[in-house]
């Protein structure tokens, strides 16, 4: 099992003591994360633009989706011997972006201890064959889980830890 699924258990473990009261009633959260990498937009688009692989996530073991690209399809991540089910919300090939979020299936809070996880992924070309990729994501405490600050140092770790992962794919492949 990798590192990333080891850790993003025990975190979901020992954060799931928090105050229900407090996260029903918590506001929507955001967080926005970006990195510089040095590959061609292209290539990047290439990487994250097909929902059905999500292979350049650390620890995923299998990716598949329902109706590839199309809003609406369904997408199931394996990591380890946990799965995310995901929707594809939008999907711009020409603006090199696409939207997407958790499904409500409980199985998706034994990853990512948080409910309505949405998330939206760009790609930008920079100068000099360097890409921009932004990676936003919104969602609320879990009611009985991390307070509001511990979401979103697990969301910010969950997000990085990809965004660093497809740096490392997309500029050694």
């Not at 990333?4 to 996260?23: I, T, Y």
Request: overall charge positive; hydrophobic content about 45%.
């Amino acid at each position: 099992m990798s590192c990333v699924v080891r850790l993003l258990g025990l975190l979901a473990a020992v954060l799931l003591a928090g105050s229900p009261a407090a996260a029903d009633q918590a506001p929507p959260l955001k967080l926005h994360l970006s990195i510089k990498i040095g590959a061609p937009a292209a290539k990047v688009w290439g990487l994250v633009g097909n929902f059905a692989d999500e292979s350049w996530y650390p620890g995923v073991t299998a990716s598949t989706a329902t109706d590839g690209n199309r809003p609406g399809s369904l997408r199931t991540v394996t990591l380890g011997d946990r799965k995310l089910a995901e929707m594809l919300r939008s999907y711009r090939a020409d603006k090199m972006s696409l939207g997407y979020g958790a499904t409500p299936a409980p199985e998706n809070q034994q990853v990512l201890p948080v409910r309505g996880f949405g998330s939206f992924i760009s790609v930008r070309s920079l100068p000099r064959g360097m890409t921009l990729v932004n990676w936003t994501a919104r969602y609320r405490p879990l009611p009985g889980g991390p307070d509001a600050d511990a979401a979103a140092g697990l969301v910010s770790r969950f997000l990085q830890a990809g965004l660093d992962n497809l740096k490392r794919v997309a500029e050694t492949q």
